[in-house]
């Protein structure tokens, strides 16, 4: 497992990102399914994430999901914070990645992924900047740049986005317009 110590190389990866993309299940969520009588699934989203996730964007930022499940409210959520692509359904997440840099001109170096299982693996060893939470899986923490503080649903996403914000000076003037 990677060093939570934000060091000078980790920074420089950061601020050549252009396109952040977000797993979903154990990082934008706790990973917990919770299913209703009549089988409907339900997940609950960090609100602290979804804002770090907005001031991406006004960073000029573009974001992404890429999940291997199909869910109508990861669908919701993704609509709700803007989200410039999602791709969800199948474990084979790299085709969606590769199509996602053709479709936006990037090279792999200018992309931060945030994951937590072996599905995101083929994507975690491409991008500029590979990011996990704590809670992830032994063999994602091994091969990531950074691991996070916070766990998956509990403010992952907010960091790595504000990691991101600052390695590219863009935190001060986002978040001036709250600081009034």
């Known amino acids: 497992?990677?060093?939570?110590?934000?060091?000078a190389a980790l920074l420089a990866r950061a601020a050549k990102i252009k396109l952040f993309i977000f797993?979903?299940?154990g990082v934008l969520t706790d990973g917990s399914l919770h299913y209703g009588a009549?089988?409907?699934?339900?997940?609950t989203f960090n609100v602290q994430d979804g804002l770090g996730i907005k001031l991406l964007q006004e960073a000029g930022v573009l974001t992404a999901i890429i999940s291997a499940r199909r869910s109508p409210q990861v669908t919701a959520r993704a609509k709700d914070l803007t989200i410039d692509f999602v791709h969800q359904g199948g474990h084979?997440?790299?085709t969606p990645f590769k199509a996602l840099l053709a479709q936006q001109n990037l090279t792999e170096e200018q992309v931060a992924f945030i994951g937590d299982d072996v599905v995101d693996i083929p994507i975690l060893t491409r991008v500029g900047l590979a990011l996990a939470v704590?809670?992830?899986?032994?063999e994602v923490l091994?091969?990531?740049?950074?691991v996070t503080k916070n766990p998956g649903g509990h403010g992952a996403?907010?960091?790595a986005c504000e990691l991101v914000l600052r390695a590219q000076g863009s935190y001060d003037r986002v978040l001036a317009q709250f600081l009034i």
């Open 134 to 138: 704590p809670n992830g899986r032994p």
């Open 38 to 43: 009549e089988g409907e699934a339900f997940k």
């Open 23 to 25: 797993d979903v299940d």
């Open 1 to 7: 497992m990677k060093s939570t110590v934000i060091d």
């Open 92 to 94: 084979d997440k790299l």
């Open 157 to 159: 996403v907010r960091e």
């Open 142 to 146: 091994a091969r990531v740049h950074h």
